[in-house]
């Protein structure tokens, strides 16, 4: 019996009970728009289905759950290479998988790609009788059975779907939970993929459990705060800085402030310009601008300070010279010493030339202080 149609004229349902009352055994091949599909019956009933005809979707779904080691993987994938049998058979046969495990992964797949395969509001389907399903690991599933799980499906996804609203929606982890957090085992497996980068469809291909045990379990974990949707290029890290930033302005270090530095000691205040130098200060040194720098504004040049000679007074006899005047003289003989020149009497002796430029060059000696004391001795 040749068996084709589009899903526009018959449902996908009917298509079934079809099959089954007929008790047929063979594939049924369903395209719509580029995407393959298929169902395998047997005896009128379902022993696997995939939305992907293209991919190895129940081996897929037993390397994501971790069951399958390499040595036994590489030798399935040899065997279905050779287009004996599916890897999924393959594994069962050669011991590589738990037989139990095995058989409940094929359930799920199945249900799993019927539910998918029922969203496809048109298409074309074709069934190939006798055709054998090279995945076949003893699963019988009763279509009425298949269809109801599927639709039950269905109305949770459309409350999932709700919460994940697209399959490249990507979730991040929250660093603050709402509470102590309870989770299953396959729970955990998925909140181990979930970085803030991967998308749902990337988590749905490397788990290999299908977009609706995949997006309704991630849409449980919203619900009680364990993963977020993460909303544009806002994750968690991305929030706590910005709000960082707004106490910058109470700490002092916002982005005007500029980067905090060690704190320095305050710099000795600078002479006024307009204050008047001491008499013989030598007139300040200023550096000359580097080669290829602004040199600043012109810098008027100040006339070097005249100083009004020394008055003299007319010399005395040393008999008026009071007991004063002697002991100044004698005070200022001794500490002055040969440096400045000795004091006879009321007159006094020209310092030492070498002396004087000893005093000018030696930064620790007031040279206008002592000039003026030595002025001051003289006219006593």
């Given amino acids: 019996m040749k068996l084709e149609g589009s899903l526009d004229a018959f449902g996908l349902p009917d298509v079934f009970q079809l099959l089954s009352y007929t008790k047929k055994a063979g594939g049924l091949h369903l395209r719509n728009a580029g995407a393959r599909g298929v169902v395998y019956f047997a005896n009128g009933a379902v022993t696997g289905a995939s939305a992907e005809e293209a991919r190895q979707s129940l081996a897929r779904r037993l390397i994501g759950s971790g069951v399958v080691g390499d040595a036994a993987l ?26 139990e495990l095995l058989r409940e992964a094929a359930t799920e797949q199945a249900i799993d790609a019927v539910f998918d395969l029922l969203r496809w509001a048109q298409g074309d389907f074709a069934f190939s009788m006798d055709e054998d399903n090279p995945d076949d690991v ?37 660093v603050v939970l709402p509470g ?40 449980g974990l919203v619900g009680r705060g ?20 707004l106490l910058a302005g109470l700490e002092g270090t916002g982005a005007d402030a500029g980067p905090v530095r060690a704190t320095e000691p305050p710099a000795a205040p600078k002479p006024s310009a307009t204050a008047a130098p001491e008499a013989g200060d030598a007139p300040e040194e200023r550096p000359e601008a580097p080669v290829g720098r602004s040199a600043g504004p012109p810098v008027t040049s100040r006339p070097e300070p005249t100083f009004s000679p020394v008055r003299r007074p007319d010399p005395q006899p040393a008999s008026t010279l009071s007991p004063v005047g002697s002991l100044v003289s004698s005070s200022v003989s001794s500490s002055v010493g040969s440096s400045v020149g000795e004091v006879h009497g009321s007159t006094a002796v020209a310092p030492d030339p070498e002396a004087r430029s000893l005093i000018e060059r030696d930064p620790s000696v007031n040279r206008s202080l002592l000039l003026r004391l030595i002025a001051g001795v003289r006219g006593l």
Avoid: K, Y
């Avoid at 399935?76 to 011991?95: H, K, M, P, Y």
């Avoid at 949770?156 to 994940?164: H, K, L, M, Y």
């Avoid at 968690?236 to 930033?245: K, L, N, P, Q």
């Fill in 74 to 99: 590489r030798d399935a994938i040899e065997r279905a290479g050779a287009g004996q049998v599916g890897v999924g058979r393959a594994l069962l046969e050669s011991g590589g998988v738990d037989e």
């Fill in 138 to 174: 003893g699963v019988q599933l009763t279509t009425d059975w298949v269809v109801e799980e599927a639709n039950r499906r269905r109305e949770a996804w459309d409350q999932a779907s709700t919460v994940i609203p697209s399959p490249d929606a990507v979730l991040t982890l929250p």
């Fill in 180 to 219: 102590d957090p309870d989770v299953t085992r396959d729970e955990w497996a998925l909140l181990a993929l979930v970085d803030g980068r991967r998308r749902v469809r990337d988590l749905v291909d490397v788990t290999g459990c299908g977009q609706f045990a995949v997006v309704s379990t991630l849409a």
């Fill in 226 to 245: 364990l993963v977020a949707v993460r909303d544009g290029d806002d994750d968690h890290v991305t929030g706590v800085a910005r709000r960082m930033a």
